[in-house]
Structure formats: C-alpha cells, structure tokens
C-alpha cells in the first residue's frame, strides 16, 4: 500500500490528547475534521490498550457540528438511525448508507466534471456574442471598430441564418437546465 494510501495514524494517550504520529504533534478533533475534509482518512488508536476508536471520534467530530448548527443530518434521518440501533434492520443499515454515500460522491464527481469540461456558459456566451454580431451585420448596424461598412445583399440570408442559431442556442440552453 502507497505512503499516501495509508490512514494517517492519530494516538490517543492516557491523558485524552491525541497525538498525530506524522508530525509528532498534538491535534484536535477539528485537525482530525480538517485532515478528512482534505481527503485523508484516519485512524485513531488506544495507545495503551490498541482499540480501535474511531468510529467514536467521528461521531463526536459529527455531534460537535450538528451542535454548533452545521446541520447536515435532518431529525428525521436522526430518528431514523437511532431506531435501527433498536430493530432486525441493524444489519443493513451501515451498507444501505455506504452505497448512498458511494453513490453520492459518483454523482457529485461526474457533475463537477461534466461542468469542468462543458464549460458551457462559456461556450453559451461565444454563440450569443457571434449571433449579436451577425444580426447587426444583416441589420445593417455598425459594429463596434468598423468602418461604415453597408449592408449586403445577403442579409435576408443572414437573419435566417441569426434566426437558426438563436433557436439552436435556446434549445442547448433548455437542455441544460434539465
């Protein structure tokens, strides 16, 4: 396993101090939080005894946010976890909701690379500015840095062709607001 795959190791003494045995300092729940945020997944240990406990720590981590009102969890999904700590469907409750969060972080991934690579506003704003351009020309208007030139022939030709690209760009612009 890569250095980087690892889960960074956090140690827990005797005094309740938490120790990050990278740096070799002292960390707090809210360094634990960051560390997660940035990507990194943890693992913190009993110095003394060796348990596990960091399902603890992230409850805690999680209880502290909720407290301060970064509610994530609605009371009912609350309500809900709190039953299944009392019914049969204990057992499928930690799977349903690690493939609702592997789902959520696909999806989430797809979309921010789907708005990375369209860029579409972008590409939205060039048709517009080229149709703007295009209508004034068969309009016979002067665009901005020209030199008077006079309508052609062809405007006829043109502002169908304006009209076209219009409805082209409203239909993409439909399709993604869907």
Known sequence: ???????????????????NTETSDYVTLEDIAGFIRDGRDVQIVDLKSGDD???QYLLQIVAEHESKGQSVLPINVLTDLVRSYTTQATSAVPQ???????????????????VNSMNPMAKGFEAMQAQQEA?????GGQLPGEDGEKPSKESKEDLETIKKQLSDLQNKLSKLDK
């Open 53 to 55: 406990l960091t399902r």
């Open 135 to 139: 209508f004034l020309k068969a309009m």
């Open 1 to 19: 396993m890569a250095e980087s795959e690892k889960p960074l190791l956090i140690k827990r003494y005797a005094s309740r101090r938490l120790y």
């Open 96 to 114: 349903f909701l690690a493939a609702s969060f592997e789902m959520f972080r696909d999806s989430q991934s797809k979309w921010f690379e789907n």
